[in-house]
């Protein structure tokens, strides 16, 4: 795998990682009925999904730059 792939499979693995721990908080603030704060983290979670997702496109686009499509 090229380094740029890897590097993009890095930084999605880390922003799952930050939108996982983002619900978590979101729902503790539901639960204890502070939903700005629980408003706050779910959009902070919806951000870090939506740059995974970027991540995990560009390392396929790196990917198949590198090796070729197999499709």
Known sequence: MSKEAADHHRRASEHH??????????AKHY????????????????????????????AGRAHSKEHGSKT
Do not use: F, L, Q, V
């Open 31 to 58: 639960d204890a009925g502070n939903h700005e704060k629980a408003s706050h983290h779910a959009h902070a979670a919806y951000g870090h999904a939506s740059h995974a997702r970027e991540h995990g496109e560009h």
């Open 17 to 26: 990682t930050h939108a996982a721990k983002h619900h978590h908080e979101a």
